[in-house]
């Protein structure tokens, strides 16, 4: 979208022409986000842009003035000139049909394995008792978790049983582990964790990306295996994300401390870094970014995609395990960068709506109920 395309827009919503899409489209960009330093804009382009605050008295507008000095103007221009978008939540909807394969969000699904090998397919209707193990209930709860409960009679050889949850491509799943620890998979993600802790310490194995409300008990530390290294709670909350297919692992602290360990080193995180850590073996140690910025960390547990400067293959990456799409790539990948957000709960062709905006070309085919999208230059 460039400049002249915002004024028009501007002037339908004066004009009281604008659908009801497109009002929330306009509000939401002035009431929610914050502006960004960008190249001149002439004094009349100004005015347009500003004349949208009187239009909007039913909203908290944030004020554009002390903004003009440096005559900025809202992120969402900055498509025309530095490669930017914004993503939002109420994304003025384009018409679907165009596409031939409208690809639905992921939903709460996921496989339980069972220490005995039995598999259980997950599904968000599910509510009731899964399955009883060495005296520990399982049990799917009525807020979508599965729950392990200990009984008075609970074998003692119940920590040598492990479980493992996995999601699939295009679903997410919760549990509460038997010591109250509360755990959130994202897609394409697994947790191996025994059915109950009895011993000196409480360890999981993790692949892909999860967040943890982990309860802290200082007599039996809680260690998270993760890729190749160790994350241990020092009484917290953080995220973990370490997807084989991304270049860094990166756990980010929401809040407490976690002891991480790497290759022969050891860090502590404190509430607000992250430590980014190479996701293969190298000689590389830990990197600690300071005020981390947690809500893009943890987005996707509250529903939504959240990128900053993202390339264009991190957002492919997002979707194509959320969608559960292939995504390829021919010719030059083009060199576009996304900021902004917008609900997990979209179809993709949303999604693509977006992408269209930026120039990004790209072809779907879907064979066998896999969907691939290419991008081509």
Same mark, same amino acid.
């Given at each position: 979208?460039?400049?002249?395309?915002?004024?028009?827009?501007?002037?339908?919503?004066?004009?009281?022409?604008?659908?009801?899409?497109?009002?929330?489209?306009?509000?939401?960009?002035?009431?929610?986000?914050?502006?960004?330093?960008?190249?001149?804009?002439?004094?009349?382009?100004?005015?347009?842009?500003?004349?949208?605050?009187?239009?909007?008295?039913?909203?908290?507008?944030?004020?554009?003035?002390?903004?003009?000095?440096?005559?900025?103007?809202?992120?969402?221009?900055?498509?025309?000139?530095?490669?930017?978008?914004?993503?939002?939540?109420?994304?003025?909807?384009?018409? @679907? *049909?165009?596409?031939?394969?409208? %690809?639905?969000?992921?939903? =709460?699904?996921?496989? /339980?394995?069972? #220490?005995?090998? !039995?598999?259980?397919?997950?599904?968000?209707?599910?509510?009731?008792?899964? @399955? *009883?193990?060495?005296?520990?209930? %399982?049990?799917?709860?009525? =807020?979508?978790?599965? /729950?392990?409960? #200990?009984?008075? !009679?609970?074998?003692?050889?119940?920590?040598?049983?492990?479980?493992?949850?996995?999601?699939?491509?295009?679903?997410?799943?919760?549990?509460?582990?038997?010591?109250?620890?509360?755990?959130?998979?994202?897609?394409?993600?697994?947790?191996?964790?025994?059915?109950?802790?009895?011993?000196?310490?409480?360890?999981?194995?993790?692949?892909?990306?999860?967040?943890?409300?982990?309860?802290?008990?200082?007599?039996?530390?809680?260690?998270?295996?993760?890729?190749?290294?160790?994350?241990?709670?020092?009484?917290?909350?953080?995220?973990?994300?370490?997807?084989?297919?991304?270049?860094?692992?990166?756990?980010?602290?929401?809040?407490?401390?976690?002891?991480?360990?790497?290759?022969?080193?050891?860090?502590?995180?404190?509430?607000?870094?992250?430590?980014?850590?190479?996701?293969?073996?190298?000689?590389?140690?830990?990197?600690?970014?300071?005020?981390?910025?947690?809500?893009?960390?943890?987005?996707?547990?509250?529903?939504?995609?959240?990128?900053?400067?993202?390339?264009?293959?991190?957002?492919?990456?997002?979707?194509?395990?959320?969608?559960?799409?292939?995504?390829?790539?021919?010719?030059?990948?083009?060199?576009?960068?996304?900021?902004?957000?917008?609900?997990?709960?979209?179809?993709?062709?949303?999604?693509?709506?977006?992408?269209?905006?930026?120039?990004?070309?790209?072809?779907?085919?879907?064979?066998?109920?896999?969907?691939?999208?290419?991008?081509?230059?």
């Amino acid at each position: 979208m460039n400049i002249e395309d915002f004024k028009k827009l501007l002037h339908r919503y004066n004009a009281g022409k604008c659908t009801e899409a497109e009002k929330t489209l306009l509000e939401s960009w002035y009431s929610e986000f914050e502006f960004q330093k960008l190249p001149e804009l002439t004094n009349d382009q100004l005015a347009e842009i500003l004349s949208i605050q009187t239009a909007l008295p039913q909203r908290k507008i944030k004020s554009l003035i002390p903004w003009i000095s440096s005559a900025a103007a809202v992120l969402l221009l900055c498509l025309s000139v530095g490669g930017y978008f914004l993503w939002h939540k109420h994304y003025l909807p384009q018409a @679907a *049909e165009k596409y031939t394969y409208n %690809v639905p969000p992921g939903s =709460d699904k996921a496989i /339980l394995t069972l #220490a005995n090998g !039995k598999k259980m397919v997950l599904s968000a209707n599910q509510v009731g008792k899964l @399955a *009883e193990q060495g005296g520990v209930a %399982v049990d799917r709860t009525a =807020d979508g978790k599965v /729950l392990y409960t #200990a009984s008075e !009679k609970q074998d003692p050889t119940v920590a040598m049983l492990y479980n493992t949850l996995s999601t699939p491509r295009g679903g997410q799943y919760s549990l509460v582990l038997a010591d109250g620890t509360k755990v959130w998979l994202n897609a394409a993600s697994s947790i191996k964790y025994p059915v109950a802790f009895n011993g000196d310490e409480r360890k999981v194995e993790i692949t892909g990306e999860a967040y943890f409300e982990v309860v802290h008990n200082a007599a039996k530390p809680f260690r998270i295996v993760a890729g190749n290294q160790v994350i241990e709670d020092l009484g917290t909350q953080f995220n973990v994300n370490s997807y084989v297919d991304e270049p860094l692992t990166k756990v980010t602290l929401i809040a407490g401390s976690v002891k991480i360990s790497g290759n022969k080193e050891n860090i502590i995180l404190k509430p607000g870094q992250q430590s980014q850590f190479p996701s293969q073996p190298t000689s590389q140690g830990f990197r600690i970014t300071d005020n981390a910025d947690v809500a893009e960390a943890v987005a996707w547990k509250n529903g939504l995609f959240k990128f900053h400067k993202a390339s264009l293959q991190t957002v492919m990456r997002q979707l194509s395990r959320w969608y559960n799409v292939n995504v390829n790539y021919e010719g030059k990948i083009p060199d576009v960068e996304f900021s902004g957000e917008i609900t997990r709960n979209v179809n993709m062709s949303e999604v693509l709506d977006i992408l269209s905006y930026l120039k990004v070309h790209f072809k779907m085919k879907q064979n066998n109920q896999d969907t691939t999208i290419t991008v081509t230059e």
